[in-house]
């Protein structure tokens, strides 16, 4: 029998990307920690087969779960590429079940891998904005910040050492000038 989480054990709350589901208390690997639910569609119905939303979940070739229902909690939990829990699809009892794949702590957002052809259709046009994702870009916009810097400070010692030429040789040229300048200027 799996563990099973008790409903106080997550909420639904502020995400970066609109709402999350988050753990209130520690959730252990493997613990089954929501159903994914919803009215099943049978492809083989035209009116069924015809809906559409971000909910649908494909149980096989024939049976998917229209999770758009209000009451599907697990409907708020996010995509992550790199996620701490990860869905039990049972075909057969037509069931699915969000189950973790990490210990979880208690404050972390709870995420799943969504899957390629969702990510394909509704995550790559827009950018993934998964934790993983946005570290990734975070770190190559970083690197990207420090390359820009490396060049510059590069342009920038470039230009003093030719500017430090240029100075020594104007001071050569204007050297007795200068001097007998400062001399006045001392002596008033
Ligand atoms: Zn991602």
């Not at 613990?31 to 069924?48: K, M, N, S, W």
């Not at 790199?82 to 969000?98: G, L, M, Q």
């Not at 995420?111 to 790559?124: E, I, P, Q, V």
């Not at 190559?140 to 020594?168: D, S, Y």
């Amino acid at each position: 029998m799996p563990v099973i989480a008790p409903s106080k054990s997550y909420r639904v709350g502020r995400s970066k990307t609109g709402l999350g589901l988050f753990a209130t208390m520690p959730i252990k690997k493997g613990t089954r920690i929501i159903r994914y639910f919803g009215p099943i569609l049978d492809c083989r119905i035209p009116a069924q087969d015809d809906i559409e939303n971000k909910y649908l979940f494909e149980l096989n070739g024939r049976w998917t779960i229209d999770g758009s229902v209000r009451k599907n909690v697990a409907r708020y939990i996010n995509h992550s590429c790199r996620p701490n829990a990860e869905s039990d699809v049972r075909p057969r009892e037509r069931k699915v079940f969000i189950r973790a794949i990490k210990n979880i702590e208690a404050g972390d957002e709870i995420n799943y891998d969504y899957g390629t052809d969702y990510f394909k259709a509704y995550l790559k046009p827009i950018g993934c904005k998964c934790p993983s994702c946005e570290n990734k870009r975070k770190k190559q916009r970083a690197e990207a910040r420090a390359e820009r810097a490396k060049v510059k400070a590069r342009a920038e010692r470039k230009a003093q050492k030719a500017g430090a030429k240029t100075t020594a040789a104007k001071k050569k040229k204007l050297n007795g000038k200068h001097f007998a300048g400062k001399v006045g200027r001392a002596k008033a």
